[in-house]
């Protein structure tokens, strides 16, 4: 039963993980070694983590480890970590492929700029164009976003989908966490400040404003009734003025 292919490869990602860890869960022996076999050579699935928890398939950690490592690679290493262990399984052209994604991945996680000389060498690859080729693919399928540049011949990174975490590799994950949190408060706690400071000073400003204002409206108030006074001052002048230039003319009327 195992032998033969065991779902369609268009099944989600996910959803095709399940159901291999499903059939391990249920299998023994040779049986799981194809499920696990199959499940490498799934185009769609690029995280092994469940599969790996599976009973049956830790079980071969003491009957078949060098069918549980090829699965740790696929999990977390990378082309480099498989050709440096001679005691694995062989690959099969579709887990080769994927293999040489997987790396991708992994050296767009680490960088974000990858000079195409050093994933042609990860890759074992025999020039550009290949390596073009298998990136393109990536792109396609959502593992990686970036920019192929041809000119200076590199590939830019702008985002790559997650892989299984290597053991002891989750409390350094936790430990960055952890000091980004603090980093994170301590900026919040400085942003806070600066905003209570800049609220005090915008309400002093205000408050001057205001004082400039009123002193504004007082000179403006005290200057009205300065011309007013002067006007009336000149209007008693006037007055005064036409009653002593009438009086001599009667006078001299008299005389």
């Known amino acids: ?91 099969s052209e579709a887990q080769l492929l994927k293999l040489k994604k997987l790396t991708i991945i992994s050296s767009s996680y680490e960088r974000k700029v990858i000079p195409y000389a050093d994933l042609i060498q990860q890759l074992d690859l025999k ?8 990136l393109i693919e990536c792109l396609y399928q959502g593992l990686i976003q970036g920019k192929l540049d041809q000119k200076w011949k590199h590939f830019e990174v702008d985002y790559c989908i997650g892989r299984d975490l290597r053991p002891g590799q989750f409390e350094s994950i936790k430990f960055i966490l952890a000091d980004w949190c603090e980093k994170s408060e301590l900026l919040l706690s400085t942003i806070e400040e600066k905003m209570n400071n800049a609220n005090i000073l915008t309400t002093v ?51």
């Open 127 to 134: 020039n550009v164009r290949e390596l073009e080729d298998i």
């Open 205 to 255: 400003n205000k408050n001057h404003k205001d004082d400039l204002a009123k002193r504004i409206e007082a000179l403006k108030s005290n200057i009205k009734v300065t011309d007013s006074d002067d006007t009336s001052m000149d209007y008693d002048e006037e007055r005064h003025k036409k009653r002593q230039n009438k009086v001599p003319k009667r006078r001299m009327q008299h005389l």
């Open 1 to 91: 039963i195992f032998a033969t292919k065991i779902f369609m490869e268009t099944t989600s990602d996910l959803s095709a993980l399940n159901q291999y860890c499903l059939a391990a869960k249920i299998a023994s022996g040779n049986a799981v070694i194809e499920v696990i076999s199959q499940a490498l050579s799934h185009p769609n699935i690029f995280v092994f983590g469940e599969l790996l928890d599976v009973p049956s398939v830790r079980s071969l950690e003491e009957t078949n480890k060098p069918v549980i490592e090829l699965l740790r690679i696929f999990a977390y290493g990378t082309l480099v970590d498989y050709k440096a262990n001679n005691n694995l399984p062989p690959l």
